[in-house]
């Protein structure tokens, strides 16, 4: 079972800062297999990037992902009050098919 | 776009048997997606349980794989999810979504099920 880590648990920026939020896997992961949701309070998790760095549908471009084998970024340039959420990495493999990490959870101050 | 809605009862007792349904609009269930639940327990993440295809095949999440089923619906356009033998540790909101290839594109809202007497 691959398991999934994202780092850090808590960020807090401030408006118009770059957020830069890690996911590292403990095998190495196909580019194709790393995904990126963000999860407001009360709401369901909305896919953000699939394929490690191709942006879903709608995905403003300051949302950006990058990596490979096992370690994965997601950057977020010029933070707005919105882009405050928990943040999950998903890794598809063998078995379990899908799994998430804990999550990094972005304040805007 | 494809729309999710999740269904079913809100508190099951322990030892029950959890079912939910999930209804598919503007997609139809035969389609070339996978279908998902997922859950997240009162403040944690998230955990995959479960996926289907209109096709029959199944995968499960080990950890809780000797009490799902998830079935699929063909004539309504929606696909279900049973967990067996339930106690407080599977109270969490239960989500419905779609997946076409290693992402979850599309999300039900949710619902939330608590396990109490």
């Known amino acids: 079972e691959i398991v999934v880590t994202q780092s850090p648990g808590t960020l807090s920026l401030s408006p118009g800062e770059r957020a830069t939020l890690s996911c590292r896997a403990s095998?190495?992961?196909?580019?194709?297999?790393l995904a990126w949701y963000q999860q407001k309070p009360g709401q369901a998790p909305r896919l953000l990037i699939y394929?490690?760095?191709n942006r879903a549908t709608g995905i403003p471009d300051r949302f950006s992902g990058s990596g490979s084998g096992t370690d994965f970024t997601l950057t977020i340039s010029r933070l707005e009050p919105e882009d405050s959420a928990v943040y999950y990495c998903?890794?598809?493999?063998?078995?379990?098919?899908?799994?998430f990490g804990q999550g990094t959870k972005l304040e805007i101050k | 776009q494809v729309q999710l809605q999740e269904s079913g009862p809100g508190l099951v007792k322990p030892s029950g048997t959890l079912s939910l349904t999930c209804a598919v609009s503007?997609?139809?269930?035969?389609?070339?997606?996978?279908w998902h639940w997922v859950r997240q327990s009162p403040g944690k993440g998230l955990e995959w349980i479960a996926e289907?295809?209109?096709?029959?095949?199944?995968n499960y999440n080990p950890s809780l794989k000797s009490r799902v089923t998830i079935s699929v619906d063909k004539s309504n356009n929606q696909f279900s999810l049973k967990l067996s033998s339930v106690t407080a540790a599977d109270t969490a909101v239960y989500y419905c979504?779609?997946?076409?290839?290693?992402?979850?594109?599309?999300w039900g809202q949710g619902t939330l099920v608590t396990v109490s007497s």
């Open positions: 095998q190495s992961v196909s580019s194709d297999y």
């Open positions: 503007g997609d139809s269930i035969s389609s070339s997606n996978w």
């Open positions: 394929g490690a760095s």
């Open positions: 289907i295809y209109h096709s029959g095949n199944t």
């Open positions: 979504a779609s997946s076409s290839r290693f992402r979850l594109d599309y």
């Open positions: 998903q890794q598809y493999g063998t078995s379990p098919r899908y799994s």
